[in-house]
Each structure stands twice: as C-alpha cells, then as structure tokens.
C-alpha cells in the first residue's frame, strides 16, 4: 500500500467527484466520476468540466467508488474515459445489477462490504453506509481528517447519529461534502399561476446548515449540484437552481463554506478554489448541436401500443394504491396525444386532448425520452431530467403527484420483483437505518 507519511489533499471536481490524492502522486480514491457529456437525455451538463490532462490523471486513481445507479454518479462515458485501471467499488445495495453491467462491459468492480472499515493506503480507511433509498454514504479517514461523503443519500436521523458517535470517537476535523440543490421534479408543477413550488432554495440551505450542526462539522464543500440544464425545454429550470450564491444568503452555521471546485490541503486546511470566470462550460456549439439533435428526434419518435401497454404495466405494479391516493386517476400527455389513466381499472385510455378528462393532473413527457425510459425500464429518472412537466388540475396537494415517481422507485429498482425482494428491502432498510451500529476506524497498530 502506498504511505501517506506527507499531507494529503481532498479536490472536488465535476459535480460529485472528489479525489483523494497525495501529492505529486496519482489519486488514492475517486468517487462519482461524471466528467465529461450529459445526462438526463442531454438536459443536464456540468458547470465546469474538468480538461483532458485532469481527466487523465484521475484515471490513474486506485478506487472508484459509485455511491448510486443515478446517471449524474453513475456515469458510464466517463467512467469509459477513466478506464479499465482502477478498481470500482459499489455499496451493497438490496439490488446489485451494476455488478453485472460492470463485468459485461470489462471493468472490474466489487461490492464493498457494508458497515466494515476498508483500508486503501496506509493510514486511508473507507466505510460504506447503504442507505434505504437505494444510495449510500461513503465515510473517508485520514490520518488528519474525517471526510463525510453524503452525496445525496440524505440520511434519516438515526444513522446521522451512528456517524457522528463515529466522529466524536475518531476527534479528528469533519469534512461534509452533500448536495444543496433540487434534482426532483419539486419545481415541475404548474397550475393556472404559473409554478408551483414546493421549496425555496433557502430550504436546502437550511439543510445543509443542520447536518453540519448535528454533525458538528468543521468544513462544508458544495457538492453534487454542479450542473446546469440547457435543453429547450429544461432552462428554465436554470432559474431554481440553489447556487453557491444562495450558499452565502443564506449561512446559518458555524461551519466553514468553502466554494465549489475547491482543493482542500487535509494537512493545515488551507484551500484553493477556482473562480467562476474559469469555469471551463460545455461549448456552446456542442451544446446546440446535441440539443437540437435531440429535439429533431423527440418530434419525429412515435409512440405505439407497445409503449402504452409497457408503461400501464408499470403504474399497475402499484393499482392497489393509486385508486387510494388518486382516486380521479392522472394523464400522460405525449406529443400530440394524451392517455389516462384510471386508477380503478388499471387502464391507460386515450383520450381528446380538448375534453379536459384528465383526472388530478397531467405529466407532459416527451415521446422519445418515455420510449427509452420504458426500455431500459427505469421510469424514476424521468422525474429528475427538469423538462417532464406536471399540470395541476385541481386543488390537491403536489406531492401526491411527486409520489408518483417516488413509486417508480421501487419498481424500477426491482423491489416489487418479488415478495422475496420486497422483504429484503425492508429488512435491509431497518438494518441500515433504525439498527444501525458503525464501528470504530481501527487503531494505526491493527492488524490488516
């Protein structure tokens, strides 16, 4: 294992890769690499990408940990640009499918065994936490330095107490890196106003703010909330984003905010950051190339009865609970044609768009991206793209609409495959949340 007798240095890149690494040496541990392209059907794209020659050198790195399957950590054209050399670890998930995707695709990857402290250099130990959301916190220690890498697990209550008893015991600096910004259709719904929205961006601040007071952590780093949405249909989203700006409003702690794209010196805790006029964007002539070609192929797709028939397939999964919360039933508006769907029936039924028959709200998707969304079976990320609209109909509460995608969830990640798979989800739930017991990093004299 390589020493780590001189200072080591934390950097955030990208949107929620942070490298580990010790100077001049190449990165001891990696997470989360989306470094190049989009994600979300090319709505997402990062507010700085890193250059070639950084990318380069992140390849070098040992460890590539993947916190979640979500495309903006999980992204597969960069973990492509990284290569083969590293080893890329996964938390241990109640479904593990991307140990297989990995395999088929020549990576070598493995599934970290949770709540067990791991060392990856001297003096370097990682813990992985799963999460019930289908997500995972990642617990870094150095020999000067705690590093809490929530990304945007956002952990219940009892397992940020387990972290914490963890952190008083090691008295070492806490570093918090977690997301601060909406990436849910939580701005999405229009009604006869206009936008309805669900939360401020005070509100994610004010979160932050509170998982570093019952962390009782020293130093923040904006994290996993770098990318910017410039598809046509998703700019506007641009407008409620939670900016670092907002950061500065709107600090409440007594924690440290330190910048994006900072590198942090885990000796002294001295930091370096890159100003926002040497963001390196995507190029504006790639952007509206992709984007574009994007639109062309969204007006041309055409949906068939295949995918009418796949997606009632999916909102069935869930028939014994929608008439109870949506008893009106809900639309899907795509394209030219509009279907709804009743709850009762478990029928997805076209109908005239100039009737208004539509039930609680409609969800206005763009035709290709709910063709591949049915594909590839993972219906969930049409909730986080930013152009997947919701219009309220009538006077109900928004989040019975945000439900709806939040039981796509559970589908998607193949929970409701079997009872056999529910109840490992739920135990597995209780077992990382509510009976949740982390031990302590191992003294510098244990043995390996």
């Not at 241990?92 to 020549?106: F, I, P, V």
Request: overall charge positive; charged content about 25%; hydrophobic content about 40%.
């Amino acid at each position: 294992m390589a020493t780590t007798a001189a200072g080591l240095t934390l950097r955030t890149l990208g949107h929620a890769c942070l490298a580990l690494y010790q100077d001049p040496e190449n990165p001891l541990l990696v997470t989360d690499p989306w470094l190049v392209g989009s994600v979300y059907w090319r709505s997402w794209w990062l507010e700085n990408y890193p250059s070639a020659e950084e990318i380069d050198w992140l390849g070098k790195t040992a460890f590539v940990y993947v916190t979640h399957e979500h495309p903006d950590h999980f992204h597969m054209p960069s973990i492509r640009r990284l290569g083969s050399g590293p080893t890329y670890l996964f938390p241990s998930l109640a479904e593990q499918g991307y140990l297989d995707h990995m395999d088929r695709h020549g990576f070598h990857a493995e599934s970290v065994v949770p709540l067990h402290w791991r060392e990856i250099a001297d003096g370097i130990w990682l813990m992985s936490v799963p999460a019930w959301n289908d997500d995972s916190v990642l617990l870094v220690d150095t020999p000067n330095a705690l590093i809490l890498n929530l990304n945007d697990a956002k952990p219940l209550k009892p397992v940020l107490r387990a972290i914490r008893r963890v952190a008083d015991r090691s008295r070492k600096p806490r570093i918090l890196l977690c997301s601060y910004s909406p990436a849910s259709v939580i701005n999405s719904f229009l009604d006869d106003s206009g936008i309805v929205t669900l939360k401020l961006a005070q509100h994610y601040v004010d979160y932050v703010c509170r998982l570093c007071e019952l962390l009782a952590v020293d130093t923040y780093m904006p994290f996993a909330s770098q990318a910017v949405f410039n598809r046509l249909d998703s700019r506007w989203a641009n407008d409620y984003r939670t900016t670092y700006r907002h950061l500065e409003e709107y600090w409440r702690s007594h924690t440290r905010l330190l910048p994006p794209y900072t590198t942090l010196d885990l000796k002294d805790f001295s930091y370096r950051s890159i100003a926002p006029e040497r963001y390196r964007p995507g190029q504006k002539s790639i952007l509206d190339l992709h984007t574009g070609h994007r639109s062309a192929e969204e007006e041309t797709a055409a949906i068939s009865a295949e995918d009418i028939a796949a997606l009632e397939r999916k909102l069935n999964a869930f028939r014994w609970l929608l008439p109870l919360i949506l008893p009106r039933g809900f639309a899907f508006r795509l394209g030219e044609r509009c279907f709804h769907y009743n709850a009762w029936r478990g029928r997805l039924i076209e109908v005239d768009p100039s009737t208004g028959q539509y039930g609680d709200f409609i969800v206005t998707v763009p035709k290709l991206t709910l063709k591949e969304a049915l594909r590839n079976d993972h219906l969930t990320d049409l909730g986080i793209t930013m152009f997947v609209r919701i219009r309220l109909l009538r006077r109900i509460d928004p989040r019975k609409a945000y439900a709806l995608f939040v039981l796509f969830q559970f589908d998607d990640y193949g929970h409701l495959r079997s009872p056999a798979a529910l109840l490992r989800w739920l135990w597995r739930g209780v077992k990382f949340t509510f009976a949740l017991r982390l031990p302590v990093v191992p003294s510098p004299t244990a043995k390996r």
